[in-house]
């Protein structure tokens, strides 16, 4: 089965690599509900790469003209 970038498979460390930010800004970010996750039934938090891409994408300022 093909997996799909909506699974939540990314740990909060890669998670953080990916945006370019610290661990602990994007647990700053999750507890504000800025960034979506997933948190699992043993207290860990996932993140889906395509939810990390709408984070970002939304984080860019329009270009000045």
């Known amino acids: 089965m093909a997996e799909s970038i909506r699974d ?10 990916i945006l370019g930010i ?3 800004t994007l647990r ?4 504000a509900g800025q960034v979506a996750h997933m948190a699992l039934p043993s207290g860990r ?4 790469l ?11 300022s329009p270009a000045k003209v």
């Open 28 to 31: 700053r970010y999750r507890r």
């Open 8 to 17: 939540p498979d990314l740990s909060e460390a890669q998670a953080a690599r």
């Open 50 to 60: 395509a939810d990390l891409i709408s984070f970002r994408e939304g984080c860019r």
């Open 45 to 48: 938090v996932r993140y889906s």
């Open 22 to 24: 610290s661990d602990r």
